[in-house]
Structure formats: C-alpha cells, structure tokens
C-alpha cells in the first residue's frame, strides 16, 4: 500500500551562544543554505518533496541561547505492509521511519520531542480509514553504508520511529458488498414460491444469482493486492455462494 502524508518537521539543534544574539526569525532561504542540518531522510519513503508554492516552506528561529529551531513541510510517499487477513474488517499500522544516511550513532542522535511529538489536523482524513492513533518510538539499528562503490560498512545508526494506526471503515463495504450480496440472496428465496414442476425457472433464477455473486466477488477482489491467503471477504462470498448452492439443492429435492 502507498500512503501518501503531509507534515511539518521540527529540528532544534545547534548552540551559537558564543554569539549573544537575541531570539530571531530567520526566513531568508540563502542563510538556510548556509547553516547546517542534519541530513535525515525517510527510510520507508517512495518518494518525498518540498513544498515550494509560493515559496520554499519552513521557518528558522535562533534563540538567545544559541538553539537553533528549523520547521519545514514536506510530502511523503511511504509503504505500508497490509495485513488483509481479516480485510474489510481490519485495523492497520504505517511506520514512519527517520534515519541519518551518513552519520553513525556516535556522530549524531536523534530524539523525539518530550510533549505531544507527533499532531495531525483531524480536518484531514483519508477517505477509508479511521486514523485511531499516533505514536512514536526508536528503531535504532546496525545498517550498512556505503563508502566507496565498491565497499561498504556497518554502523549503529540513531532511528526515529513513527506509528500511524488506521481502522478501516466499513460504510463503503457495507454499501457496496454486503448489503447487496444480502440483497441477492434474499431474491434467490423466491424459488419457494416458484411451482417446484417449474424446474427451468427455478434453475434459470439459481444460476443467476450463484453467476452474480461470483462476479461481485470477483470485482471486489480485483481492487486489492494479490495475496497468498484468504480474506475475510472471500470467506464471506464463498459461504454465500455455498449455501446458495445447497439452497438450490434442497428446493429440487
């Protein structure tokens, strides 16, 4: 799954004490380039940018301690690995994972902010899901770095880690599935009514709804990533096309 995000990230660092200054908003982009920052990236991302409509968005504030405070918004393409087992009926978790590329744990640590680290602007909500939480945590590791093209080492790398908890919401699954599929058993209930001499109407109205069923299914099925396991929704068509079937049985009998 590819879960697009936007957020703002803050990175205080830095100490220009020697200096005396009072605090200050630096919004020039020229003296951005001229500071340094931690060269941090996403490792789970597809794919990320900088939003630069109208201009280049982020602030930089230095205190009067010498701390300098760097904010700027940025989109981001992540994976998400989806556990469909008990699809359209389950609760998934994203991971946001941020890592320095070059500097080891010894060079450069970094640290989730002690109050509320991670907010969100509940005005914004995907259009499937139900964001249930937001929680953070480290994921600090050994990875491997390249150094030349040819050779490469391992390293303990300071990780910061991100949790976005989703629920999926069922509104759309109760409209397009189950409320139908429930529908179209109910009007295989007519060959009760049907004269049991009438074999071709009831055949004819049997096969119909069985050829129905398995098409929705199928449509259903079509829209999700090829898994090797069964989910919840194929469970659910599966005994329905079952029972339809012994319903057809038992009629003839």
Not at 36 to 64: C, G, Q
Not at 180 to 202: E, Q
Not at 211 to 224: E, F, K
Request: charge should be positive.
């Amino acid at each position: 799954m590819k879960h697009n995000q936007t957020g703002h990230i803050l990175i205080n660092g830095g100490n220009f004490s020697i200096f005396q200054i009072t605090r200050s908003k630096v919004p020039d982009k020229n003296v951005l380039d001229k500071i340094w920052t931690p060269d941090l990236y996403f490792a789970n991302a597809r794919s990320s940018y900088f939003h630069e409509v109208t201009v280049h968005n982020f602030n930089m504030y230095i205190s009067k301690e010498g701390r300098i405070s760097y904010g700027t918004r940025v989109t981001l393409n992540l994976a998400c690995n989806l556990n469909l087992k008990n699809y359209p009926l389950d609760s998934q978790i994203c991971y946001v994972k941020i890592i320095s590329y070059a500097h080891v744990q010894h060079e450069m640590m970094v640290r989730w902010f002690p109050n509320e680290p991670i907010r969100y602007n509940p005005d914004i909500k995907p259009p499937e899901f139900e964001i249930k939480s937001f929680d953070q945590g480290y994921c600090n590791g050994t990875f491997h770095y390249t150094l030349t093209h040819n050779s490469s080492r391992i390293g303990n790398f300071s990780c910061l880690l991100g949790m976005i908890r989703l629920k999926r919401e069922i509104g759309f699954h109760l409209v397009q599935s189950y409320i139908p599929t429930g529908l179209i058993v109910a009007i295989s209930w007519v060959s009760f009514w049907i004269d049991r001499r009438a074999v071709p109407a009831r055949v004819s109205l049997s096969f119909t709804t069985l050829l129905t069923l398995s098409t929705q299914g199928n449509g259903i099925r079509y829209q999700l990533p090829a898994v090797s396991y069964a989910k919840s929704i194929d469970l659910f068509f599966g005994s329905r096309i079952f029972k339809n079937f012994n319903f057809f049985q038992f009629i003839n009998f």
